[in-house]
């Protein structure tokens, strides 16, 4: 799964099959169905365009992508979240994060053990204390469609964005903070408990938001961006 999660971080187009080739040219003899039933664990699932083959859940409204062709020019304007599986010495859990398109500041992140969508309403909850976007963005997983999770949004005046499904660059802000986490922090800690990885990733986006300087942000950080800009 670790070996899994390097590659799909570094390559996010593989489904299973790539990613089975991939792991046996290392020598590893492992089967489709294997590579199938981990990556479904991780919530990993290639990013091509192809049909709609998976559904929200029972009950679950999907709404339209508004971001196609919007310019975003500051804080506020729209926010997203996602879910990656973080590896640990002997486990792992699931991260969500709450980002600003604009400024790339993380809002809010939350663990779990879980996909039960808990611990993405509780992130959620803490972002909208800091302020109200205009718009939201997220993919089409159970934990973002539901009822609990939009009702959240509508309850604020917020407007909900949904991805399409298999659309590569639709969250890619997301998908570059990931790769920032897991390869600044994640790989190079090799976490062993939880309350290690939690304290970590702590002070990581403590970094991350504070310290760290974006080339896309003109050398600034993204607490710079977000408040500097935000009051204009």
Not at 81 to 109: C, E, K, N, Q
């Amino acid at each position: 799964m670790r070996l899994i999660d390097e590659q799909y971080t570094r390559a996010p187009f593989y489904g299973w099959r790539r990613m089975t080739a991939y792991l046996r040219r290392l020598g590893y003899l492992v089967n489709h169905k294997r590579v199938k039933r981990l990556m479904r664990v991780m919530g990993l699932e290639g990013i091509y365009p192809k049909r709609k083959t998976t559904k929200p859940g029972a009950g679950h409204r999907v709404y339209p992508y508004l971001l196609r062709g919007m310019k975003i020019e500051r804080p506020m304007e729209v926010w997203s979240t996602d879910i990656t599986y973080v590896p640990m010495v002997g486990g792992f859990m699931y991260l969500v994060a709450v980002m600003d398109w604009h400024s790339r500041y993380v809002v809010s992140w939350r663990l779990s053990n879980t996909l039960d969508g808990v611990f993405c309403r509780e992130a959620l909850r803490e972002a909208l204390e800091q302020g109200k976007p205009a718009i939201f963005n997220t993919d089409q997983g159970v934990q973002f469609t539901s009822e609990k999770f939009t009702g959240i949004l509508e309850d604020a005046g917020v407007r909900i964005s949904m991805d399409g499904r298999g659309r590569a660059l639709d969250n890619i802000f997301v998908e570059r903070l990931w790769r920032s986490v897991k390869y600044e922090n994640v790989y190079l800690a090799e976490y062993r408990t939880v309350m290690e990885l939690e304290s970590g990733l702590r002070a990581y986006f403590q970094f991350y938001n504070h310290e760290r300087l974006h080339q896309s942000l003109d050398y600034r950080t993204p607490a710079e961006v977000h408040f500097a800009e935000s009051e204009l």
